[in-house]
T-cell receptor
């Protein structure tokens, strides 16, 4: 299957600092990527949809100024958690939509565990 | 109703047994139904998927059964192994969009 690479896998930062998470589609072009947040033993919570070359679409209740998303190329989307606080500590996962040959598939990155001290 | 209801929440199966996870939906605009497997600390991995024009799809030990009239679909894991112990999510894609709706997940534990 297609590979989506997400980095870093784990990050610990001090409160008030910003953290950038990268999501890359390695063998296909992804015009649409998604960012999720997952709390322990819970399902995936969609935060925003990242569209190449345009502004991201945020889900209700997600602060766009806090969670900055940039999708500058067809293979890279980044999520920056600005002025991180302990309540932002969570598991963040990206996914990329693969629509080659008109076959719809959604592939996920390996996730980033963010711990804000 | 853009919900996908998944059950059970957790499941314990003996090695070699069959694991069955069920999902139900109400929105008839869903037209693609994938299943994902997630190990702790990792992102979900696409296991198998089905479209509503097919009633069953099998890939190795994994089978999706789809009942369009009942708006239900299920994942069957045959000959379950301890390595299958993970959390499984069903999902549904809204036709004409790229929006996926995920189930709440099922934590499967296969006993050795």
């Amino acid at each position: 299957g297609a590979v989506v690479s997400q980095h870093p896998s784990r990050v610990i930062c001090k409160s008030g600092t910003s953290v950038k998470i990268e999501c890359r589609s390695l063998d296909f072009q992804a015009t649409t990527m998604f960012w999720y947040r997952q709390f322990p033993k819970q399902s995936l919570m969609l935060m925003a949809t990242s569209n190449e070359g345009s502004k991201a679409t945020y889900e209700q209740g997600v602060e766009k100024d806090k969670f900055l998303i940039n999708h500058a190329s067809l293979t890279l989307s980044t999520l920056t958690v600005t002025s991180a606080h302990p309540e932002d500590s969570s598991f963040y996962i990206c996914s990329a939509r693969d629509f080659r040959d008109s076959n719809e598939k959604l592939f996920f990155g390996s996730g980033t565990q963010l711990s804000v001290l | 109703q853009q919900q996908v209801k998944q059950s059970p929440q957790s499941l314990i199966v003996q090695k070699g047994g069959i694991s069955i996870i069920n999902c139900a939906y109400e929105n008839t605009a869903f037209d693609y139904f994938p299943w994902y497997q997630q190990f702790p600390g990792k992102g979900p991995a696409l296991l198998i998927a089905i479209r509503p024009d097919v009633s069953e799809k099998k890939e190795g030990r994994f089978t999706i059964s789809f009942n369009k009239s009942a708006k239900q679909f299920s994942l069957h894991i045959m000959d379950s192994q301890p390595g299958d112990s993970a959390t499984y999510f069903c999902a549904a894609l809204i036709s004409g969009t790229y929006k996926y709706i995920f189930g709440t997940g099922t934590r499967l534990k296969v006993l050795a």
